[in-house]
């Protein structure tokens, strides 16, 4: 097995959490794992990504010119990131921020309002966790058990009263997709 997503969006979105807590998801479950950021000079409103590899075998280069997976958080990672993506990649678009269909009709697609769920949650910092739920329930890569311990791990005593949150974020987008794994087409989940 070999994953490797992009995620992307605008500074404050959270995208290198996840991203990271991706990857100590995937050492918690003995994976190798590879968690590489990039973000702009500006940091909050400024565009970050990062790339997060897991895999069962050794990862021998964290260059990944074409990644199986993307997150979109924003409209301009979208346009940016999505002609990246393999054929029958995943791909899980923020739809609360983004106004446009996912062109591609060769991936897995998700369409996942991870702001406005957030929202509901009474807390709209926590649709990076939204949308990493969604991915992972619809790729199977890490269970949420690993990605649950892992953030209790990550947020410590200091920010222990975000735990319940998240977690209640994460299972949101994580049920929104679980039941849909391997399929092919777009799902728009409202």
Not at 19 to 34: C, H, I, R, S, T
Not at 75 to 91: A, I, N, Q, R, T
Not at 141 to 170: C, P, T, W
Request: proline share 5%; hydrophobic share 45%; net charge neutral.
């Amino acid at each position: 097995m070999l994953e490797q997503v992009l995620i992307a969006g605008f500074g404050g979105q959270g995208v290198l959490f996840i991203g990271q807590l991706l990857a100590y998801a995937g050492l918690k479950e003995g994976l190798e794992v590879l968690w590489l950021p990039s973000y702009g000079p500006e940091m909050r409103g400024g565009t970050a990504n990062c790339i997060s590899i897991i895999s069962t075998d050794k990862i021998w280069s964290p260059i990944v010119p074409r990644p199986k997976s993307l997150i979109a958080m924003n409209w301009p990672s979208l346009d940016k990131f999505e002609p990246k993506v393999v054929p029958d990649g995943v791909l899980v678009a923020n739809s609360s921020l983004i106004e446009r269909d996912i062109q591609r009709h060769d991936l897995r697609a998700y369409a996942v309002p991870a702001s406005g769920v957030a929202q509901d949650l009474g807390n709209v910092r926590v649709s990076n966790m939204v949308a990493l739920g969604a991915y992972v329930g619809a790729t199977g890569v890490v269970s949420s058990e690993a990605v649950l311990s892992s953030l209790i791990k990550m947020l410590g005593d200091r920010k222990a009263s975000l735990v319940d949150v998240n977690a209640s974020a994460f299972r949101r987008g994580y049920e929104m997709t679980v039941g849909s794994r391997g399929q092919s087409n777009k799902v728009d989940i409202h």
